[in-house]
């Protein structure tokens, strides 16, 4: 219930204060007293009508209309740059052409319960639409029809969704009866994983394979190289006990020279061709003897080399076995392996 009313600077009014008793209340006057800017003011608070500031009194720049409703204080504020609306303590603007809900919901008030004297009769001048409008939007008919509209809209929606269920279904079932060899092609997709596990696996001993090969061929050709130079060793060290016997044929007649050189009396002395011919078999001895010590180095790098070479060349060989097996990966017959001992 407004339980009062008070006006400041609106229109013909600067300051009223207007308290409302129980029941029915007369507010009788004189014309152009400002009992219409009264009912204009409960109309302005009450559903934010009229717009603009032409309510605000001449010569002044603001306006205001409080209400005292139930405990609460509701208040209208209009400047030229500002437009509020205050319930107790809390203000709100932004509100646009609509009466706040807060604010609705403690006056209960609409447009329908204010009736002017300019008016026409209350819906004695409406039409039967229009006043089963106003009746609708009274008692809230109008859920009634949304309720239905609603339905309507779901159930049609429910209609189509269900359709295109059913054809799904349908879908789904001739899907399923195309696939209804699908356990057996598990199966076979199990058996052709398997063998392409196998595969991988074969494919990385093959490459294993293919490395050891390549060991084995390289570890080959070190191995012949070395035999090559263990031949050669051979041959060095042939000519080396050649050039000794010769370095022992050569000593052992410096010492006849030397024993001949102490005698007193020489019979037969060399001619000086022979002993050109013996220096000369002398200088090629010592040549030989050095050319047989540097042989000697060689053949004792070669046959360290060698020897490594046995034994990277027996390492590739467990590798080469380990790898192939006793039977060949691809055709499966039994492997003959053909590697020599050097």
């Known amino acids: 219930m ?13 300051e009223l204060d207007l308290k409302f008793e129980p029941g029915i209340n007369c507010i009788v006057g004189p014309s152009d007293k400002g009992k219409s800017a009264i009912f204009r003011a409960l109309t302005w608070v009450t559903s934010n009508k009229p717009r603009g500031n032409a309510h605000i009194r001449e010569g002044e720049t603001s306006c205001e209309v409080r209400l005292l409703v139930d405990g609460h204080t509701i208040s209208r504020q209009r400047t030229k740059s ?41 819906w004695l001048c409406n039409s039967p639409g229009e006043v ?10 109008e859920i009634i029809d949304q309720v239905l509209s609603t339905i309507s809209s779901e159930s049609t929606s429910a209609k189509r969704k269900l359709g295109d269920n059913n054809e799904r279904l349908e879908a789904s079932l001739v899907r399923v009866d195309e696939l209804k060899n699908v356990p057996s092609l598990n199966t076979d997709l199990k058996r052709v994983e398997e063998f392409s596990q196998k595969k991988e696996s074969l494919s990385e001993s ?11 061929k390289r570890l080959d050709k070190k191995a012949k190289q070395k035999s090559e130079y263990n031949t050669g060793g051979v041959v060095v060290c042939r000519l080396g006990e050649a050039c000794l016997e010769t370095f022992s044929y050569c000593n052992k007649l410096a010492a006849q020279i030397e024993e001949l050189e102490q005698l007193e009396v020489i019979k037969d002395p060399p001619s000086l061709e022979q002993l050109d011919l013996l220096v000369d078999k002398n200088l090629k001895a010592a040549m030989k003897v050095t ?26 060989k467990v590798r080469y076995a380990t790898v192939i097996g006793e ?16």
């Open 132 to 141: 089963a409008k106003k009746l609708n939007a009274v008692v809230d008919l």
């Open 206 to 216: 093959i490459e294993e394979l293919g490395v050891s090969i390549w060991n084995y």
């Open 82 to 122: 500002k437009n509020t609306y205050h319930l107790d303590k809390k203000e709100f603007k932004a509100f646009g052409t609509e009466t706040p809900d807060e604010i609705k919901d403690l006056l209960k008030l609409d447009e329908v319960n204010f009736q002017s004297q300019h008016d026409a009769p209350f």
């Open 2 to 14: 407004i339980k009062r009313l008070l006006l400041k600077n609106f229109q013909t009014h600067t």
């Open 291 to 316: 050319e047989f010590k540097e042989l000697l180095k060689k053949l004792s790098t070669c046959r360290k080399d060698l020897d490594d070479s046995k034994q990277e060349l027996a390492n590739a």
């Open 327 to 342: 039977d060949c990966p691809l055709c499966g017959n039994p492997i003959t392996y053909g590697i020599h001992n050097y």
